[in-house]
C-alpha cells in the first residue's frame, strides 16, 4: 500500500490539477452521470478534487461520501471541499476500499481513481461496491496499466530499471487488463472500457510526468533497487531532454464503467 508524506501529497495535488487529469475527470463524471439529491462514494478520494466536483453536481440535496486511509489527504480533501462550497454536505473517512463505512444498496455510484491498483484483497473491495449500490447504480473505476509507460530519457537502461522499480509501488500495476473479470466475478455488468492515454512532450507546470518524477525518483531510490543517486541521476536526465527537445512522456490509464 503506498503512503504519502506532506511533498509527496504537495505533487499528488498539482499533478491531478494538470489538464489532462481534469479532462480524466470530466470523463468520470460524465460515466456516474451524477444528478441533484443522489449519494455518491469516492473511494480514494485524495486531495479531494473529483469528490467535490461530485459533490457540486449532487448539490444540497445529495451526499458525497470520500474516503481514503490517509488523514493527510482525507485533511487537504476536507479543505478542498470548504473552499468549493460544498463541504456541508460531503462527508470524509479513513476506510479502505474493502470495508466501506455504508450500508447496503444506499448508493447512486461509486467512483474509484488510482485507487484500485493498490488494494490487496480485489475480490472483497469489488464484492464490498456491488453491496453498496442501489440496482442500477453505476461505478466508475479508473487505473493505470503501468506496463505502458514510456519515459524518455538518455541512458536506456537505467530507465527500464527505474520503470520497473516502480511497479514495486502498487500491488496490481496490471490492473485495467483484470477488470472485467473482476467486475463480473462482483455480478456487476461492464457497460463499457475505454483507454485514456496521457501524453507530455514538454516539462512544464502543466505537464502530469513533470509533478510525478520526484514521486517515482524518491521511492525507487529507497525502496525500487536503486541508489539514491542512481534516481536522482535518471530523474536529472529525464528533465535534461526538454533543453535538447526530446522530452517524453506516456502512460495508458483505462475508464471503466459497470453497472449493479
Known amino acids: 500500500m503506498a ?4 511533498s509527496a501529497a504537495q505533487r499528488l495535488g498539482r499533478a491531478y490539477a494538470t489538464p489532462h487529469v481534469v479532462a480524466q475527470r470530466a470523463r468520470t463524471r460524465q460515466a456516474v452521470a451524477p444528478r441533484p439529491g443522489q449519494r455518491i462514494l469516492d473511494v480514494g478520494c ?3 478534487l473529483l469528490a467535490c466536483e461530485l459533490a457540486a453536481a449532487v448539490g444540497p440535496a445529495g451526499t458525497v461520501i470520500a474516503i481514503d ?8 480533501a476536507a479543505q478542498r471541499a470548504t473552499q468549493d462550497g460544498v463541504v456541508e454536505w460531503t462527508r470524509f473517512a479513513r476506510a479502505d476500499a474493502t470495508a466501506l463505512p455504508v450500508a447496503d444498496g ?14 490487496p484483497d480485489l475480490a472483497r473491495a469489488f464484492a464490498e461496491i456491488a453491496r453498496v ?27 527500464r530499471r527505474v520503470l520497473e522499480a516502480w511497479r514495486g509501488h502498487f500491488t496490481h500495476p496490471d490492473l485495467p487488463a483484470r ?23 514538454s516539462y512544464d ?4 510526468s513533470r509533478w510525478m518524477l ?16 542512481e534516481a536522482h541521476a535518471w530523474a536529472d536526465d529525464v528533465r535534461a531532454q526538454q533543453t535538447r527537445g526530446g522530452y517524453f512522456f506516456s502512460v495508458c490509464r483505462y475508464l471503466a464503467l459497470a453497472r449493479c
Open 133 to 159: 449500490l442501489r440496482p442500477g447504480g453505476r461505478v466508475a473505476i479508473v487505473d493505470t496499466d503501468w506496463d505502458s509507460c514510456v519515459w524518455h530519457a538518455s541512458d536506456r537502461r537505467r530507465t
Open 46 to 48: 485524495g486531495p479531494g
Open 179 to 201: 477488470l472485467p473479470a473482476l467486475l463480473a466475478g462482483a455480478d456487476l455488468r461492464l457497460e463499457s472500457l475505454v483507454a485514456l492515454p496521457l501524453v507530455d512532450i
Open 106 to 119: 444506499c448508493l447512486h455510484a461509486v467512483t474509484g481513481t488510482q485507487v484500485y491498483e493498490y488494494v
Open 214 to 229: 520526484g514521486t517515482v525518483a524518491e521511492f525507487v531510490g529507497a525502496r525500487g533497487g536503486l541508489t539514491p543517486d
Open 69 to 76: 486511509t490517509s488523514e493527510q489527504m482525507l485533511g487537504a
Open 205 to 208: 507546470a502543466d505537464a502530469f
Open 3 to 6: 503512503t504519502f508524506d506532506a
